[in-house]
């Protein structure tokens, strides 16, 4: 994986998520946060792993975009798919 994050059709949109992401920590949300819950396996928000942009369920093993922002603040990121049941 390249780091990329990319639309259906190739184009390269990642400086586009990197700016979202430090919008997100740089705005406030994340200094205030310990934890957050983000969806998993997306190109921003997977906690652990993310899909590789080529829309073929390829997975890299790699948090997305604003996941590793706010890890980089101290914020604990998980997904969905790791809280308990209801």
């Known amino acids: 994986a390249d780091g ?4 259906a059709d190739g ?3 990642t400086d586009a998520y990197r700016r979202g992401a430090e919008q997100l920590v740089a ?3 994340a ?6 819950v983000l969806k998993a396996r997306s190109p921003s928000c997977g906690a652990r792993a993310r899909y590789d942009g080529s829309f073929t369920r390829t ?9 590793a922002a706010l890890a980089a603040t101290g914020v604990e990121v998980c997904t969905e798919e790791d809280l308990p049941a209801p």
């Open 4 to 7: 990329t994050v990319r639309t």
């Open 31 to 36: 200094p205030a946060a310990t934890r957050a």
């Open 27 to 29: 705005g406030g949300t």
């Open 11 to 13: 184009r390269d949109v």
């Open 59 to 67: 997975l890299v093993d790699e948090p997305g975009v604003a996941a």
